[in-house]
C-alpha cells in the first residue's frame, strides 16, 4: 500500500477527535473550511475531509450562498438529546 492511502487513513480516523475542535469554532457563527483551519491550526486540505464527514453525518450543514471567494459556510446543527 502506497503512503498517501495510509495518511488518509490517519486524517480521516481523527475526525472524532476534532469534531468537538470544529463544532467549538462553530459555536460563534458559520465559517469557510479556511477559516476553520486557521482557528483550529490544521491544513486546509485536512479539515475538509473531516467538514465532509461532519458533514454526512448530520454534525453540520452548509449555509446558502458562496461567500465572494466561492467557499461555503458551514454551521453547527444542534442536535436534541433523545
Same mark, same amino acid.
Do not use: C
Given at each position: !500500500?502506497?503512503? /498517501?492511502? #495510509?495518511?488518509? #487513513?490517519?486524517? =480521516? &480516523? $481523527?475526525?472524532?477527535? !476534532?469534531?468537538?475542535?470544529?463544532?467549538?469554532?462553530? +459555536?460563534?457563527? /458559520? #465559517? %469557510?473550511? /479556511?477559516?476553520?483551519?486557521?482557528?483550529?491550526?490544521? /491544513?486546509?486540505?485536512? =479539515?475538509?475531509?473531516? =467538514? !465532509?464527514? !461532519? &458533514? +454526512? @453525518?448530520?454534525?453540520?450543514?452548509?449555509? *446558502?450562498?458562496? %461567500?465572494? $471567494?466561492? @467557499?461555503? #459556510? @458551514? $454551521?453547527?446543527?444542534? *442536535?436534541?438529546?433523545?
Amino acid at each position: !500500500m502506497n503512503a /498517501p492511502n #495510509r495518511e488518509l #487513513r490517519e486524517i =480521516v &480516523r $481523527e475526525e472524532p477527535v !476534532m469534531r468537538a475542535q470544529i463544532l467549538g469554532i462553530l +459555536r460563534d457563527g /458559520p #465559517r %469557510t473550511v /479556511p477559516e476553520i483551519a486557521a482557528a483550529i491550526g490544521s /491544513p486546509t486540505h485536512e =479539515v475538509v475531509f473531516w =467538514v !465532509m464527514g !461532519m &458533514r +454526512r @453525518y448530520g454534525h453540520l450543514r452548509e449555509v *446558502k450562498g458562496a %461567500t465572494d $471567494e466561492g @467557499y461555503f #459556510r @458551514y $454551521e453547527a446543527i444542534d *442536535k436534541e438529546p433523545a
